[in-house]
């Protein structure tokens, strides 16, 4: 099971507000403005900064 797509398209990140695609097979969802990761977690998205990790 993924992320619900209905949650999907109102999800953005907490950090500068833009909103986030899966990314790593539903594994992650990614910012592409500060190209921050975060983590889903038993289908659940993490969205707090202190979780997420950067990637080039």
Do not use: F, N, W
Not at 6 to 20: D, N, Q, R
Not at 32 to 49: A, E, Q, W
């Amino acid at each position: 099971m993924a992320v619900d797509p209905a949650l999907l398209e109102i999800l953005v990140c907490p950090l500068c507000k833009t909103p986030v695609h899966v990314v790593h097979d539903g594994a992650g969802l990614k910012c592409d403005t500060c190209r921050r990761v975060y983590p889903v977690k038993d289908d659940i998205p993490v969205m707090l900064v202190d979780e997420a990790s950067v990637e080039d």
